[in-house]
């Protein structure tokens, strides 16, 4: 029994990688672990307004269930009618409110009710026209998320009549519409699910039309030699990877591949993995409790002391200082 357990697992790793392998932008996504901030279910009558703050390395979004709204972000103002969906990628400050006249407090002086470590309620209002939104803010405590988010524009609106917009996502709305108004038992926990599934699919759909894409590192993930490198790199960062090792991931020679890859990514092979060793270890250091040497063997490093002279070469402070600082930042705020 346990050979035949054995060979299921590896025969399901082996298909995983070759999955990754075809489809390297779905490989990112793999990549990304969220953690809930918040999701609020906000059950809102006219006139209404509320200012949220800005959550630094996060991701807002706000889905109109029901009624209409309008959302101010950076001086921008965009009407989001009932089936509408909006994510803010870096977590920018903005307003929201149903007609321009109305005040808008801060959020978190409204009376907030909890459900559950993450999901709270929200009623706001002056008992005029009702308007139910889901809003909701995760956070990924991963570099490939941070590199994502960083090009992503700071606000993308889903129309619910944009033809190429996702089934998925409108299945997945109208589940959470369903659940919003039933008020059935367990729903929040359902409500939640369905929200951390409809942001992946949302960022999703966003790779997918991405088009502008002439250097960098989603260049080089979507060019079909490279990306096979790249993937190499973020799959096993602890790999002793040289150019001529990366090269014959990605079938080419030494020469063209590290020409190639300067062109297309802006940095050389090497380069990218330090910086990338490095942006892993920041999350390492910032949210896990791993010692700086678990830290140093898990990237490849033979030593404390060789890691920890790479990452102040790279980072400016040593690995150590680094986590007393994000520690003592955190506890400030």
């Not at 977590?91 to 007609?99: A, L, P, R, T």
Request: hydrophobic share 40%; aromatic share 8%.
């Amino acid at each position: 029994m346990s050979e035949f357990l054995t060979d299921i697992a590896n025969r399901k790793r082996a298909s995983l990688s070759k999955v990754k392998q075809q489809d390297p932008l779905g490989a990112l996504l793999h990549l990304l672990k969220m953690n809930s901030v918040f999701y609020t279910h906000a059950d809102l009558t006219a006139p209404w307004g509320f200012d949220i703050p800005a959550i630094p390395k996060s991701l807002m979004f706000h889905l109109v269930v029901e009624g209409r709204c309008i959302i101010e972000v950076e001086g921008e103002r965009t009407v989001l009618e009932a089936g509408d969906f909006m994510i803010l990628p870096r977590g920018k400050g903005h307003k929201m409110f149903d007609q321009p006249s109305s005040k808008c407090p801060p959020l978190f002086d409204l009376s907030i009710d909890p459900v559950s470590e993450f999901y709270e309620t929200l009623s706001h209002g002056e008992g005029g026209v009702p308007t139910l939104l889901l809003c909701g803010a995760v956070s990924f405590n991963h570099p490939t998320a941070e590199r994502l988010l960083e090009i992503m524009p700071a606000s993308i609106k889903i129309d619910s009549q944009y033809r190429e917009m996702s089934q998925t996502i409108h299945r997945i709305i109208h589940m959470i519409e369903d659940e919003s108004l039933s008020a059935s038992l367990g729903g929040e926990a359902v409500i939640t699910r369905l929200a951390d599934i409809l942001v992946i699919q949302s960022l999703r759909v966003w790779l997918m039309s991405y088009k502008v894409i002439d250097q960098g590192w989603l260049a080089g993930m979507s060019d079909s030699s490279l990306s096979k490198a790249m993937v190499s790199i973020h799959q096993r960062p602890e790999k002793f990877w040289t150019v001529e090792l990366l090269a014959q991931q990605a079938c080419m020679s030494r020469t063209t591949f590290s020409e190639h890859f300067k062109k297309v990514v802006g940095d050389t092979p090497l380069n990218y993995l330090t910086q990338w060793r490095m942006a892993l270890a920041k999350s390492k250091l910032c949210y896990t409790k791993d010692s700086v040497l678990e830290i140093a063997l898990g990237l490849g490093y033979q030593s404390e002391a060789a890691f920890s002279r790479a990452y102040k070469k790279a980072v400016g402070v040593a690995p150590s200082y680094f986590r007393k600082a994000h520690i003592a930042d955190t506890n400030l705020r």
